[in-house]
């Protein structure tokens, strides 16, 4: 039976998700993996917005590196979560589900306008809604967009899969010693400049009363425990 302990939810996931860590592009493979690690979670009952990264295609905040322009940067950036969006939702819907991606900046008719009125209508048939294009405005993160679509659409969580097991003190591939987090409160995570979310994101989500679980994704099965209520990682709120 499908069982859950949120009925709506916001899912943020870097671009790395579709490529592996260091490449660059889209790697079907990783994408056919990243189905079968969703399929639990989408069969559970829950409905899910998906805000995807795009920096396995480019990142804005390179700007500076690149001698780009930060608003062109930031668009090509938009344009990537669009991409990603747009591959992981095909490959879900030849496997049987049905997937709707919105963007934020217009791409008819590769994505639908984003509209919250839309999104929600999409989650309440039961579709996985994508939402990209960022917020459709340069100089705010997939992390900020995350958060805003959060509370637009009423989710009761913003779940963010990283590649560790919670919020640390320090990194802990640098110190092993480093501190894990159980829970932490945003007031806390911003004053000890913990970089797990923008201060933008983070004070939307604190500002709107909206908890972050920041998990690892990289472990299966993890997203279908934390959907069960397994309380895993670190608890932001």
Known sequence: MPSSQYQRVVLKLSGETLSGEGKQGVDFLKVATLCEELKPALDSGTQIALVLGGG??????????????????????????????????AALASRGFS?????????SPLAEPYSVEAARAALDRGELVFASGGIGSPFFSTDTTAALRALELGAQALLKGTKVDGIYA???????????????????????????????????????GLPVRVFDFSTSGNLKRILSGEPLGTLLQ
């Open 170 to 208: 320090s990194d802990p591939k640098l110190d092993p010693t480093a501190t894990r987090y159980d829970t932490l409160s945003y007031d806390e995570a911003l004053a000890k400049d913990l970089k797990v979310m923008d201060a933008t994101a983070m004070a939307l989500c604190r500002d709107g």
């Open 99 to 107: 997937t709707r991606v919105f963007s934020a900046t217009p791409m």
């Open 56 to 89: 396995n295609i480019f990142r804005g905040r390179d700007a500076a590196d690149l001698q780009l322009d930060r608003v062109a940067a930031d668009r090509l950036g938009m344009l990537a979560t669009i991409v990603n969006a747009s591959a992981l939702g």
